[in-house]
């Protein structure tokens, strides 16, 4: 297994500040097989814009057979997903042992 990379963002994450988390998730996803833990457990403000950066990082993740998991998503985070139709997409943890299993278990198949 790829050794995972963390990624802690924390307060706002809007349009206008996305740029660091960006970088950091598009660098997470040179690497093959990328296994992404975004920890949002300090993050009470997302917008469609922190969110698509979100979403672009599980399918670039997913296209080089890996996986993003978000980490620590708060009730308001998680309505923001389930208002989106993404709850069922995203995969998520509430600890970082669930994540790094989750991570431990994937499957590498093609067309998945």
Do not use: W
Request: charged fraction near 20%; proline fraction near 3%.
């Amino acid at each position: 297994m790829t050794e995972p990379t963390v990624i802690k963002t924390g307060g706002v994450v809007t349009r206008g500040n996305t740029k660091g988390l960006t970088a950091q998730i598009q660098a997470a996803n040179l690497r093959p097989n990328p296994a992404i833990i975004l920890d949002l457990t300090d993050c009470h403000t997302l917008d469609a814009h922190g969110l698509g950066v979100i979403v672009r990082g599980f399918v670039h993740a997913k296209e080089q057979k890996g996986k993003l998991i978000l980490l620590g998503t708060t009730d308001r985070i998680k309505t923001l997903l389930e208002i989106t139709f993404l709850l069922g997409h995203l995969e998520m943890a509430d600890h970082q042992d669930e994540a790094l299993a989750k991570l431990n278990s994937r499957c590498y198949c093609t067309g998945n």
